[in-house]
């Protein structure tokens, strides 16, 4: 395993890690800091600066960035007996948290091939690339994804991560607790479709938004279930994307996120007004209409798929 210098990790959370371990990662490849901070996943926080410790397949992470390496650690569960914050070292063995990362960043997708051939095909992202490097799309799992991005209408980055970590106290499994504050594992499907459900969303503060999580959680479970949902990974884009928009509360922006970040489907365009915006006033894209309406909404994501090809959807997230 790579050993890191104590100085370089003296701010991680403290706690009892596992072991410190690393992956070759430069920084054209990956950059954290851009990544984690952008809206794609809101279960992640900068424990200490340069430091990100989240929850991702079950299991409590702090990663961080060192020249061309990504240190990460893995905390286990809390013993039941303990009465205290300690949590166990994690059982995962190398191979199987190297390879949760690699699928989670998808780093084997050569970013920097990607980017050369975007600044080719577009000067603007030519010009727009060299201050924001290293910007993956994360690969999430389908049902975090899905319910998380039914929660971000009409709302901003801050409010929708308050929202993801109520939702996940009440309804997730506790998995362990760093420098006292509590981390829990993202809610099974079962665990949405209760009863009560949508009332105790309402009572944290979801609104509106708390009848389509309980109401799609529902859907899923009685219909294609979860490995239905993670089977539309090998699903045409166009196939996916309806079926995600038969869910409540699922439109066309929420089901290009879902395709985009968990389903595989890099060509998917999420488009928002501002990205409506970007179109017609630096790109000087022709829209029908003078509002995003579905055509429009059509025309942009088509219009950048043909701009920067299959991989649109990665572009667009730089």
Not at 132 to 144: H, I, S, T, W
Not at 284 to 313: C, M, N
Request: aromatic share 10%; with cysteine; hydrophobic share 40%.
């Amino acid at each position: 395993a790579c050993s890191p210098t104590p100085m370089k990790l003296r701010d991680a959370p403290s706690a009892c890690p596992s072991l410190w371990r690393c992956l070759p990662c430069p920084p054209a490849e990956l950059r954290l800091d851009l990544v984690l901070s952008s809206g794609q996943s809101f279960r992640w926080w900068e424990s200490s600066p340069g430091a990100w410790t989240g929850v991702l397949g079950g299991r409590v992470w702090t990663l961080r960035q060192d020249g061309d390496r990504l240190w990460y650690t893995v905390y286990g569960e809390e013993e039941e007996e303990r009465d205290g914050c300690s949590p166990k070292a994690a059982k995962l063995d190398a191979a199987e948290t190297d390879q949760i990362l690699r699928d989670y960043f998808q780093l084997d997708v050569g970013l920097s091939a990607l980017y050369r051939a975007w600044g080719a095909a577009d000067p603007l992202f030519r010009r727009v690339a060299k201050d924001f490097p290293g910007v993956r799309v994360l690969r999430q799992d389908p049902v975090e994804c899905l319910f998380s991005f039914i929660c971000t209408s009409n709302n901003h980055i801050s409010r929708i991560t308050a929202m993801i970590e109520r939702l996940c106290q009440a309804f997730g499994r506790r998995l362990c607790c760093l420098d006292s504050r509590p981390f829990h594992a993202f809610p099974s499907l079962s665990a949405l479709t209760g009863a009560d459900a949508e009332a105790r969303l309402r009572a944290l503060g979801f609104g509106y938004r708390a009848k389509f999580v309980s109401g799609s959680a529902r859907a899923i479970a009685e219909g294609l279930g979860p490995e239905g949902l993670c089977q539309l990974r090998t699903a045409p884009y166009a196939e996916a994307r309806r079926v995600l928009c038969a869910l409540p509360g699922v439109g066309a922006k929420v089901a290009d996120c879902v395709c985009l970040l968990s389903l595989d489907k890099a060509e998917a365009v999420p488009v928002d007004t501002h990205v409506w915006h970007i179109a017609r006033q630096r790109y000087g894209v022709a829209l029908s209409g003078k509002s995003l309406t579905p055509r429009a909404y059509q025309e942009i994501g088509d219009f950048f798929r043909g701009l920067w090809g299959t991989h649109a959807g990665w572009a667009q997230a730089v």
